[in-house]
């Protein structure tokens, strides 16, 4: 089995390229740059009455970059809609390094201490690229992504990369584009903030916590209100 070179990966990102295996146990990734490219505007993300009220609740604690590598071990667990994972042990390996490096990161979604789900994904520029997501209760998924969009909106991100449409993904406003369309959207997020695929330089998703001290707990949690205020949320 090959390593994934950690450089290698966000020289692929940069140019709209990112890695798959055919299975949780293939020895090997393969590279894919869809013809159709889903991302969710940052403007556009849909909140239903129910979500909002979800959010404001608190019944998730919400928390970035305190179980990076349980949330990928999450996302590849088998589920009864996909009982295999395009996440192998590669992939795994490949992007604790970036976490380790301050480029990839992960949403977390807590219930009495358990992890009930999350998201994680790569961050380079002014660009998100969202990797997989998931849940092991009603909504713990969207919840992180709420809680990601809404530190993304304070961060200066401008592109938030869904790869491949779903129908779950189009219920909360992600559109398709074509490849050349997405090229132009990646190179404004890269270039905007100066970023390199080795300086750690771009967007910040913490930028949210600086804002509204007096409601982020020890952890780095964000109160639903305050998710809710930022995402334009207001009853």
């Known amino acids: 089995m090959n390593l994934l070179d950690p450089n ?5 990102y940069a140019v709209g390229v990112f890695p798959m295996a055919d299975s949780r146990h293939a020895d090997e990734v393969f ?76 949403i977390e979604c807590w219930q009495s201490e358990k992890l009930v789900g999350g998201l994680y994904g790569v961050r380079l520029g002014g660009a998100f690229f969202g990797e997989s997501m998931f849940s092991r209760v009603s909504n713990a998924s969207k919840v992180a992504l709420a809680h990601l969009v809404a530190r993304m909106r304070y961060g200066g991100f401008t592109l938030l990369d869904c790869q491949f449409m779903t129908d779950h993904l189009a219920s909360l406003g992600a559109i398709e584009i074509s490849k050349a369309d997405y090229a132009v959207l990646l190179d404004s997020a890269l270039s905007s903030l100066g970023a390199s695929v080795t300086s750690g330089a771009g967007a910040d998703l913490s930028a949210l916590e600086g804002t509204v001290s007096g409601e982020v707990g020890p952890d780095g949690a964000v109160s639903g209100y305050v998710i809710s205020q930022a995402l334009g949320q207001t009853s």
């Not at 305190?66 to 996440?87: L, Y």
């Open 31 to 106: 590279w894919v740059e869809p013809k159709m490219r889903a991302i969710l505007p940052l403007d556009g993300f849909r909140v239903s009455r129910s979500l909002a009220k979800t959010i404001r609740s608190d019944r998730f604690r919400v928390t970035r970059d305190t179980a990076f590598d349980r949330v990928v071990a999450g996302c590849a667990e088998p589920r009864p809609d996909r009982p295999d994972t395009w996440i192998n042990p590669q992939i795994q390996t490949a992007y604790g390094e970036l976490h380790r490096r301050g480029h990839a990161h992960s």
């Open 8 to 12: 290698m990966l966000l020289r692929a």
